[in-house]
């Protein structure tokens, strides 16, 4: 099983959409960066973030990049039968927890690899702290000023990041479970964004649900909860996943 796993976390890296899916939003977010506030130190750093959260394009079309990684391989394993020979050697449960891990863990750090990049470019080309001169004000009634105040700049980037790798996590075993389910990979790449805007619209009333609250933190008004909210969505995912690779196997 050990051999099994490292072999699976490298693939779950070394892939084309992994790759693909982290440059496109390392490109996308440092352009919001760019294009957010002159370079010169004289925007608050939130100002900057502000644009790379709400108006880059990149929360409505957030689900997109995590489920590039590696949640529809199972649809080529499906198709070939690679996954019997899996099943017959660790079974499905073993599988199932490698296969999660690795799918979460590469979906995750697709996110918070790029966000956590953004940050420290807000950071490094604007004005950390609490914002003033022409941006006073732009923190107040948001948790962001109580953050900043409290526990200063770095808690917020870490929290960003924290949460972008969360959410990608989720969202790339979402792709995963569709992959295990119905097994195509059309279904498996398109079938998550289309869950993802439905819950968006769906539970706009409930933020500490609502995924693309989750992903920015600030409406939900705590990040240790957005977190929990993401672990819960996490587990039940994951035995989802687990129910269906079950029946895989009881199917033969």
């Known amino acids: 099983m050990s051999g099994f796993f490292w072999k699976d976390m490298k693939r779950s890296f070394l892939n084309a959409g992994f790759f ?26 939130y100002h ?5 959260f709400g108006a880059s394009g990149f929360s409505p079309f957030a689900a997109v990049f995590p489920v590039l990684a590696y949640g529809s391989e199972f649809c080529e394993e499906y198709q070939s039968g690679y996954y019997r020979m ?6 499905p ?11 979460a863990l590469s979906g ?6 790029p966000i956590a990049a ?8 604007g004005v950390p702290g609490v914002p003033r001169d022409t941006d006073a004000g732009l923190l107040d009634g948001t948790i962001l ?5 409290t526990y200063g700049d770095w808690y917020i980037m870490v929290g960003k990041t924290i949460l972008g790798f969360l959410f990608g996590c989720v969202w790339a075993l979402v792709g995963f479970m569709f992959a295990v389910w119905i097994p195509n990979r059309y279904v498996a790449l398109i079938a998550p964004f289309v869950l993802y805007e439905s819950m968006w619209i769906g539970l706009d009333k409930i933020p500490w649900l609502n995924p693309v609250r989750l992903l920015r933190g600030d409406d939900v008004g705590s990040y240790p909860l957005a977190a929990g909210a ?9 035995a989802v996943i687990m129910a269906g690779l079950g029946r895989r196997y009881r199917d033969g």
């Open 108 to 113: 995750g750090m697709m996110l918070a690899v």
């Open 93 to 103: 449960a073993g599988f199932g927890r490698i296969r999660i891990f690795n799918v």
């Open 230 to 238: 993401e672990c819960f969505y996490l587990l039940v995912v994951s």
């Open 118 to 125: 953004s940050c420290v470019m807000a950071y490094v080309f």
């Open 86 to 91: 899996i099943f017959s050697r660790i079974g």
């Open 48 to 52: 900057i973030l502000y644009n790379v």
């Open 145 to 149: 000023l109580s953050y900043v105040t």
């Open 20 to 45: 693909i899916g982290t440059a496109a939003l390392t490109a996308l977010l440092a352009a919001a960066v760019v294009t957010g506030a002159p370079l010169d130190r004289t925007r608050s750093s």
